[in-house]
Structure formats: C-alpha cells, structure tokens
C-alpha cells in the first residue's frame, strides 16, 4: 500500500511539474484560454486513414475568448466549424459530414504539435496527430 501511495504523490508530482514547466511564466487557470490561442492559431496538417485510403487535410484554427473556430481543408473541399469551445488547455469543435456529426477533442501536446480524438457516427472512432504547417 505504501508504494502505491509513493507512486501515486511521484506521479502527481511529475504531472505539476510539466503543467507548470508547460506554460508561460505567471499564467494561472483563467489565462490558459490565452495560452492556447497564442499556440493554437494557425494552420496545421493532418491525416487519417479512411476506407478510400490515406486523407490528408489541413485546419486553421481560429481562437476568440473562449470560442474554437476554423476551416478544414481537404481533397473534398472546404468545411468551416465555428461551435468549438476552449476548456483549460483542450478544446473541442463538431461539424456535420453527410448528415453526421463529428466531433473532435484536440490538446496541444508540444509546441508544433496537437492530437485530435475524433468520433463520427456510430463505431467511428480514432485519433491523430497534426503538426504545425510551415509558413
């Protein structure tokens, strides 16, 4: 019991440690929307396998007070969202596709890099990785 008690206070010891490393000097709770939208702006490239096979895509992402917005780019063509919400470092936006919504939770996991977890419809789940487009 006690070694899971002694791992349990490292581990949270570690993970205040990065959170606190990870963000700007002085930058408490009610700033993160600020520090997101400073990272978040901007373009950035993904892609996923799909059953047409590999789907690259490009988002620009828009950050308003606590308001998640943007554009996908793609193959296909343009899709805006404009309904996302920021919450502490993640954020999340839907967009409709052929009458099915899909959903994508995103967290900046490096300064050049964020990972999405997507869902649309039913059994239609996953994740991945997008990096910041070149200027």
Known sequence: MKKLVMFSMLFMGLSMTYAF?????NVDATDLVE???SKVDGAWNGSIETQNGLLSFTITYKVQ????????????GELPFSDGKVT????????DINEVRHTH???LVKADEILINYSGGPGVEGEFTMTRAAK
Do not use: A, R
């Open 65 to 76: 007070d606590e308001i998640i917005s943007g554009v996908i780019n793609s193959e296909y």
């Open 35 to 37: 520090v997101i939208k």
């Open 88 to 95: 502490g470092d993640s954020f999340e936006y839907s967009f």
């Open 21 to 25: 490393n990870s963000c700007p000097e």
């Open 105 to 107: 939770k995103g967290k």
